[in-house]
């Protein structure tokens, strides 16, 4: 009987366990497959660390947050033991047949490396970051677009409140999706996103335009967004960073300046992990298990080196070198429409 390797890899993201259900389930039901769990990620393949994954594990899983497998941001070659011939050793000693590995852009990057060094293995796309080439959503996303905008919903009234201007911070490193979604979710006057830049003066404008109508401003920033004007005089201020990636910061560094700009008191929420964590939507639960069974339908038929992803309405194959290296960004024209009823 075919034996395979579910492993899930880099930041965890509601649905994951969807999709571990999804697999064992269409696996054992459809396709009389076996399968075990690799413990945290590819340090869980490099060490041949794993868990049994059968039907009475994945019962109830996916209305459940996180992976119950665990996850790091361990790389498969990132350590001595991190070798091809390492890892098919440890599969040929569990009697794993082939890897299911569940990730983003860097996990794909990965599992495509070690498809061309002989390692048997396919992919399913996973971040709530949204920004995966080669599909339409991952899953994840929506969650994360919901939380986000309950975040938004409740620090209008505040805001509104005390006539204050707020600042939310979402995720999104390379790709503005979320910003864009819970932005607009959300009425929010300005939605500023990593492909595009814009001026301090210009988020004033916006900010001032709102309080001129008697309302509270509401500024949503995802948090690889740059100021272009600000990053040599705010360097030298120890507020470095502004011209590389980075993990959060922008709401807080924007909401004093956009204080002392306007002269509206100002605050920033950051709101980190938490739009990662707890219960996927029902949304999210349904792309899960479809990926979930696509991908059991993959190693059935034996299709190393391709990622399931939605295109459309549809469940397609993707080979892993046209799904990764690139970034998945907000298109220009989507954000412009929104940009025009900013304000
Ligand atoms: O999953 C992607 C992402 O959410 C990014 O938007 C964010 O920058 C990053 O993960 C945070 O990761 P970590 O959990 O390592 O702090």
């Known amino acids: 009987m075919a034996r395979f390797g579910i492993l899930t890899s880099g930041g965890d993201c509601p649905g994951l366990n969807a999709v571990i259900r999804g697999t064992v389930l269409q696996g054992e ?16 393949l490099v060490y041949g660390d794993v868990m049994p994954l059968e039907r009475s594990v994945v019962r109830g899983i996916s209305q459940q947050g996180g992976t119950i497998l665990g996850t790091s941001r361990f790389g498969p070659y990132t350590e001595p033991d991190g070798t091809p011939d390492n890892i098919l050793a440890h599969m040929r000693r569990l009697d794993v047949d082939a890897v299911i590995a569940i990730g983003g852009d860097g996990t794909m990057a990965a599992a ?16 709530i970051d949204n920004d995966l080439v080669a599909t339409d959503y991952t899953f994840g996303f929506n969650t994360a677009v919901e ?26 490193r390379h790709a503005g999706w979320i910003a864009m979604y819970a932005g607009t979710a959300g009425g929010a006057h300005a939605i500023l996103i990593p492909e595009q830049s814009e001026s301090l003066d210009q988020v ?20 690889g967004f740059t100021l272009p004007e600000m990053g040599e005089a705010y360097s030298d201020r120890g507020l470095d960073g502004f011209n590389r990636p980075r993990l959060g910061g922008i709401g807080e560094i924007l909401a004093p300046l956009i204080e002392e700009r306007t002269g509206i008191e100002t605050r920033a929420t950051v709101l980190g ?8 939507s029902a949304w999210d639960r349904v792309l899960g298990t479809r990926f979930g069974q696509a991908v059991s339908d ?27 290296g690139h970034t998945k960004t907000v298109p220009l024209d989507h954000y412009r429409g929104a940009r025009a009823i900013f304000g």
Not at 112 to 127: A, F, Y
Not at 204 to 223: K, L, N, Y
């Open 29 to 44: 039901m459809v396709h009389g497959q076996e399968f075990v769990g690799y413990r945290g990620g590819f340090r869980g």
């Open 112 to 127: 495509n490396r070690l498809r061309e060094d002989g390692v048997p293995i396919v992919g399913v796309p996973k971040t």
């Open 147 to 172: 939380i986000a905008t309950e975040a938004v919903d409740r620090l209008r009234t505040t805001g509104n409140s005390h006539q204050r201007c707020m600042v939310l911070e979402v995720m999104g």
């Open 204 to 223: 004033c404008e916006w900010v001032e335009s709102v309080r001129d109508r008697g309302r509270s401003p509401m500024v949503v920033v995802a948090e």
């Open 273 to 280: 992990h938490i739009q990662r964590g707890g219960v996927p």
């Open 298 to 324: 993959l190693v059935a038929d034996e299709a190393w080196g391709q990622m399931v992803a939605l295109r459309g309405m549809d469940i397609v194959r993707v080979p892993f070198a046209d799904a990764v």
